[in-house]
């Protein structure tokens, strides 16, 4: 009695499974590309669309060497988020961002709420008081298709340095000029500058207001209102010069001539360059000493 049972069950088994896949089969003609096929009309829509993200992708905007002269609202017309996103007011797990600070958000200079990496470089106030990046101040063109240099015929050449690897910009000629590593050993300095600020009465300008006066007259910097801010409190300078370091590193600062500078180049500044990279040179009619 025990085996037709069993060979019913597998009966009804088989019919089952071939119910199900003749069911899932069905699914696939209705939602698949049917033998009929969806008139034209019907697949334009989707077909367009994303054609034209693709064309967007690729607009020649985006690399060199239309992007060098690229204004910033042209980048906005497609990439209004980069100022319009906001940060979450808290995390899923209900942390609250106003109270989540971190390290480099404790410093004197931080203010207002949590802001998105963009914002904090071109609509905060700091951003807005000291500095006045562009999107091609860091944005040189990337490589949408493999992010690396010259991978194909059509892709941006190995002597491209607008972008590194992985990247879509050149941190070591962007970030580093103002997140590196203060250099407190070419300054003399004898211990980092938490420590060493007491001995120097809390202020660069201590030694700055003789050495390097010739700085920051470049296009993506407000030199006169660096100085003033920088008198009040020695904290702005500190931002860019080692308060909100990234790197274990310093930037290579070029060494302009200045009044009163000793003729004699010290050995560590041999090599270095003595003016600002040309694409942010000022018209030689605005240029002022701090
Ligand atoms: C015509 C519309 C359009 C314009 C104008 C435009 N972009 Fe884009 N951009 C796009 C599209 C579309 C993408 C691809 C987005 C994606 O793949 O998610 C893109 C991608 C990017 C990316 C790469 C994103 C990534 O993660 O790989 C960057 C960076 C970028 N754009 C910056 C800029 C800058 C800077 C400008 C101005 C010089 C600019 N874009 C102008 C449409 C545009
Ligand atoms: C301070 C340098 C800097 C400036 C100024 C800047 N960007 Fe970016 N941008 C970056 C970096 C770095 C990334 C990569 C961020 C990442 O990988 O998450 C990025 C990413 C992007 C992306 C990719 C999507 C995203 O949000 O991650 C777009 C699009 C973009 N930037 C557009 C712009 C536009 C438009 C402007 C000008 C309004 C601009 N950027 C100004 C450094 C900058
Ligand atoms: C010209 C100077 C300058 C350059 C170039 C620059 N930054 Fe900044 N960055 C600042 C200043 C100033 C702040 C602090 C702004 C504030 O406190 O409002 C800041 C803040 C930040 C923060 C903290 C944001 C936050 O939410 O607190 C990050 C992350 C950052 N920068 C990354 C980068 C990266 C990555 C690059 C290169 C693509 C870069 N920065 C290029 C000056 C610069
Ligand atoms: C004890 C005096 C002294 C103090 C205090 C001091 N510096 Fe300097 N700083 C120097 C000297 C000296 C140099 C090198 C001058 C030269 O080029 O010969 C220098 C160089 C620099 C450079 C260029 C570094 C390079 O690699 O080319 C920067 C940037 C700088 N200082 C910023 C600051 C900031 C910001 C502060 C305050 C947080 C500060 N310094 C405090 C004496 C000082
Ligand atoms: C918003 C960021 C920012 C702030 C704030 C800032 N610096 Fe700088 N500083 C820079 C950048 C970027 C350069 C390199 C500019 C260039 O390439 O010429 C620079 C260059 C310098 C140099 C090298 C000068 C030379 O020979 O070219 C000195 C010295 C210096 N800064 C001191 C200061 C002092 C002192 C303060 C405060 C009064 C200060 N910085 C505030 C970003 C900043």
Redesign the pocket.
Known sequence: MESPRVGITILALVACASIVGGFAGWRMRQHGPAPSGPTASQTQPALSASKDILRATYDPIHFKPAIETARDDQCLACHREVLEDKVSEASPAGLKAATSKAWYQRLSTYSGEQETFHRRHLATAMAKELMSLSCNTCHQGHDPRDEAQQTSATGALQSDNGFTLRKVVNVETTCLKCHGQ??SK????PHP?PE??EV?GG??L???AA??TT?HQVTYLKAAEIEAAGQKN?DV??A????LAWYRI????P?HFWEG??LET?DW?KD?PTVSEARFALPASVQRGY
């Open positions: 203060m250099n070419v300054m003399g300095l500058w060493s600020r120097f202020s660069c201590t030694c700055h050495i390097r700085r020695a300078c500190y860019c010069h080692g308060g310093s930037y290579r600062y060494r500078m000793s010290p500044a270095r």
